[in-house]
Structures are given as C-alpha cells and as structure tokens.
C-alpha cells in the first residue's frame, strides 16, 4: 500500500531551527511537495523536490533522498506565525497527490 | 473572484438530504480536485477533473459524484448525506493534472451530518 508517514506534532522556540521529517513508501514517485496549513485555512503550496539533494527557499528549505524514501522540511529563524500543520505529499504514478496526515508545529515564545 | 471560491463555508445537514458543494475558480486552471479532510488523517481525493467534459474517481468516491461542465466549475454532490461524511471539504485546482508548481487550494466547506 501506499503511506506518508510524518510525526504528529512537534514544538520549537521562536527564533530557532526545526526540522520535520517525512518518510514515504508509494507506488511510483513524480515528485514530493510540501504544504503549509495554518488552523482553519486552506493548505498553501511550499516547495517541490523531485530530484535528491536541498532546495533553498527564503528561510524554509526541503531535502529529499529517492533511495531512502525520505524528505525534511527545514524552518529557520522561527517566527510565531510559522505556528501551523506541516503537509507531506507524494506524486504518485498516476500523478495523483498521496498525503500524510500533516505536522502540527507549535512555536513557543 | 480570485482564485478559488467554495460554497457555502459551513452547513449542518439531516442525514438522508442531498447536498451539492459549489466550487468555482478564475484562474483557467485545467485540473480540478475534490478532497475531504478528517481529524488524523491526510487529505483524501474524492474525484477530480483533468480537463472540462471529464471527470475521475479518487480515493474515496463512494457516496459522492462530481460534474464539469465547463473549465471554471466543479460541483460536489452528496446524494444521501450520512454521518460518516461529517468532513471539511477542500477544492483545489492545478494548471493541469500532474503540476508540480502546486495545487491551489480553496478555503474549504465543514459539513456536519447529524
């Protein structure tokens, strides 16, 4: 079967570095994204990796190994406002999106 | 309009009604989605559209039927709602099927079956 495995939830300091892991096992792979989703909103586009190795976008950056199945989404400098759920979702063979069941990141002052 | 709009926000619906979510986008988007998400879970694909005229089944079909009749509109019908549809329901769209540059994602409809 397919499963996006990420923790359930994780808590940081403002002004610090996290990390948030997602692993996966799907059938086929185009690409893995990842999503923000603050509390009652709709999720919002991060970032895309589809080759292995890290893409750097402003103070988020997002990993990716296709051998080890495996992403991290990197948040430096943490603001209160980064406070939300984190989204992993794979591409899968049929180009249709497989998601995990989200991070929720809970940023303590 | 701008980008996705969805209708109505939130509804409390009687078991056994028929319910139809609205789902309309300005952006000529060619792909359409419709996902529920529950508490715990992942986003789940229902149906999605890759073009106007067509329409596809997802994950968890059952109890659920879509149209798309023209680009902009992608309606959500519940025949016979039952608790189990208790959900918030999110439309997206994407430039086309398999877009990498991220789906678009409306602000979605809680829908409470009692």
């Known amino acids: 079967g397919q499963n996006i495995d990420q923790p359930t939830e994780m808590t940081a300091t403002e002004g610090a570095i996290v990390q948030i892991n997602c692993t996966y096992q799907t059938s086929g792979f185009n690409g893995l994204f990842w999503y923000q989703q603050h509390a009652g909103e709709a999720p919002t586009f991060l970032s895309y990796n589809v080759l292995d190795g890290l893409e750097e976008k402003g103070r988020f950056s997002s990993f990716l190994s296709r051998s080890k199945g495996y992403s991290y989404l990197l948040l430096k400098e943490l603001q209160m406002k980064d406070s939300a759920s984190y989204l992993c979702?794979?591409?899968?063979?049929?180009?249709?999106?497989?998601w995990g069941a989200g991070t929720k990141l809970i940023i303590k002052p | 309009i701008a980008g996705i709009t969805q209708a109505p926000t939130s509804q409390i619906l009687a078991a056994g009604r028929r319910m139809t979510l609205r789902c309309t986008q300005d952006?000529?988007?060619?792909?359409m989605y419709w996902y529920r998400q529950d508490l715990g879970l992942g986003l789940r694909l229902i149906h999605y559209s890759n073009t106007a005229g067509t329409t596809g089944k997802g994950e968890v079909p059952d109890g659920y039927s879509v149209s798309r009749a023209n680009t902009d509109d992608f309606p959500l019908t519940l025949a016979s709602a039952v608790p189990s549809q208790t959900s918030v329901y999110f439309c997206?769209?994407?430039?086309?099927?398999?877009?990498?540059?991220?789906?678009?994602f409306g602000s979605g409809t809680r829908l409470t079956v009692v």
């Open positions: 979702a794979v591409m899968d063979s049929n180009y249709q999106l497989i």
């Open positions: 997206a769209s994407s430039l086309q099927g398999g877009e990498t540059n991220g789906y678009t």
């Open positions: 952006m000529r988007h060619n792909a």
